[in-house]
Structures are given as C-alpha cells and as structure tokens.
C-alpha cells in the first residue's frame, strides 16, 4: 500500500516531497517524477535525472493526513513515520491557494479524494 499512496501522490502536480533531518533537507517537486520499485527500494524520480530518491520501504511504518490551520491559511500533506514515531518524508500539497489567500477548491478535492480513498491514519 506504501507504494501505491507514494504513486497518486506523485501523479499529482505541485505535491512537494521533503525529505529532513537535523543536518539537510532535500525538496523535490512531483511534476512528472516516475516511481517504481525493487525490492524494498521504492526510487521516486530517475537515476540519471537532476533529481530523485530511494525511499527503504521496510523502514516506513505509517502514514498520516495532516491538517494544520493556520491563521491566514491551512497546509495539507501526507506525513510517514518509521516504527519510532520519527517522520521519514512529507509530501505537501502546494499551490493550495490563489493570490488573494482563497483556498482552491479543486485542489483541496484532491486532498480529500486521496485522504478517503487511504484514510487519515495508515499502517502499512
């Protein structure tokens, strides 16, 4: 199921991948990244591109839709964890809103779509 979520989030334009820790942090924009998987790697991205990731599939142990409500606006994304609670990569929805702060329906749709279709709270 891991690789299946990480797939429709990367059909999705403007989804944000964010890759943290305490040392570096590594963005890479999901328009027109490939995905596939071998083994227990999961690589989002080409080998050869400017850009890409291999995620250790055996590592992630959960996943979770996140709200947070800001003052001027929400951020929404899809958050994964490994075993100890820690978060191994986000995805963010971008472009969520136009210039005057309004929040763009059709892309919070999207989010909603792919929140129901996982649930808020998944376990792989």
Known sequence: MLFDLLSDLV???DILL???????????RSNS???RQ???WITIGENDGPAHMHIDSEIIDKAEFVEEVKPERSSFS????DKN???????????MYDDSKTLISARKKVYDELNHKYSSKIEF
């Open 11 to 13: 059909k999705i334009d």
């Open 18 to 28: 964010i890759v943290k820790n305490q040392g570096a942090v590594s963005e890479i």
């Open 33 to 35: 990244l490939g995905i």
């Open 38 to 40: 071998k083994e227990k």
């Open 78 to 81: 899809v958050r994964f964890f």
């Open 85 to 95: 609670g820690e978060r191994v990569l986000a995805a963010f929805f971008t472009k």
